[in-house]
């Protein structure tokens, strides 16, 4: 399952485990934490057994190596399922409007990682 899962994504990915802030909508008030396992300049995997399903719209807050104040986007659900190389199950998010410093942010440590 998980090499189809590497055969989908359009961006190279690396481990960061760090608390993700997961809102249901853009007001950013009242939100539950996640922790991640990876993450690219797409989207981010978090570990989790919550129950989110395909296609749900959320807005995430994460801190971004690499930059100075936390990253925020909305996200889009694409996948729920175990990775054997996880710590349990999770969701992967597609971020559908990450501010371009934290995508950039990204994509340079993907770079000097990959």
Known sequence: ???QAMERRRSPRVPCRTPVRVYSDGS???YFVLVS???SREGIFVCTDLLLSEGESW???MRV???PTPGRSEATVVRAEEYDDLPGPGVAFLFSELDDP?????SRLAGRLN
């Open 1 to 3: 399952m998980a090499n």
């Open 28 to 30: 950013y008030s009242e």
């Open 37 to 39: 396992a990876n993450i």
């Open 59 to 61: 807005f995430l807050e």
């Open 65 to 67: 190596p690499g930059r």
């Open 102 to 106: 934290s995508r950039a942010a990204l």
